[in-house]
């Protein structure tokens, strides 16, 4: 039972540079989403998605974009990297619309140089 | 707009003793409201959740919140601290009457350390 898998676990980015954060889960879950976590600022929403072909925003949405092509998966993609983007991304399922807790994957520790 | 709060950036306990990590929340309706915890180099692991019934409600590892709807308040409670509690504590909170598909906000977090 693989959960929440998040790849990769660690990735050095220099400024400007793009890249695709993965994010896939095995539970059926419709509700997916994508956290940032900085320290003194908790966990805060990127992105999220109640379904295939569904995404909506979050707290902090600039300079993330998400696609939601199918139900087992979420990729988050920074398109121009920057140093405020250093920050350990954790991606998040759960069922939605119910009382269900959310599933977390590892994290990914991102720094942009 | 749904948000919670956290006041305290860090609790600090005494081993034996009981410990309260604060949280307080603001929806436009009856919340779903979750407690997580994070152990040090370790993802986030659920702890209890209240969604409606008795306030008080019971989690892993011997944790105890109590909702209170007219302080819009979810504290986090437990009779008597541990050494390995230490870690870092979120609240998060839910809006089922926002929408069918609301979001799930999180707290600032609290750092919480047993001292032997």
């Known amino acids: 039972n693989a959960g929440v898998t998040q790849t990769p676990k660690f990735q050095v980015l220099k400024t400007g540079q793009s890249m695709t954060l993965q994010c896939a889960q095995d539970m059926n879950h419709e509700y997916m989403s994508w956290y940032r976590q900085d320290p003194g600022m908790g966990l805060r929403l990127i992105h999220y998605?109640?379904?295939?072909?569904?995404?909506d925003q979050g707290e902090v949405p600039n300079g993330y974009n998400v696609s939601r092509s199918t139900t087992e998966d979420f990729p988050l993609r920074l398109l121009s990297a920057a140093p405020s983007q250093t920050s350990v991304y954790f991606c998040a399922s759960t069922q939605t619309g119910t009382d269900s807790p959310l599933h977390f994957g590892n994290g990914t520790r991102l720094t942009v140089t | 707009a749904q948000s919670v709060a956290q006041p305290e950036d860090q609790v600090n306990v005494a081993e034996g003793n009981p410990l309260t990590v604060k949280c307080t929340y603001s929806?436009?309706?009856?919340?779903?409201l979750f407690w997580y915890v994070q152990y040090p180099n370790r993802g986030l692991q659920f702890l209890l959740k209240y969604i409606t019934g008795d306030n008080l409600v019971k989690g892993s590892y011997g944790f105890e919140a109590e909702f209170n709807k007219s302080q819009t308040s979810f504290h986090l409670k437990k009779p008597s601290a541990l050494v390995s509690d230490s870690a870092l504590y979120f609240c998060?909170?839910?809006?089922?009457?926002?929408?069918?598909?609301?979001?799930?906000?999180f707290g600032s977090g609290t750092r919480l350390s047993i001292r032997p």
């Open positions: 998060a909170v839910r809006d089922p009457w926002y929408s069918s598909a609301s979001k799930i906000i």
């Open positions: 998605s109640v379904g295939a072909g569904i995404t």
């Open positions: 929806v436009s309706g009856n919340p779903y």
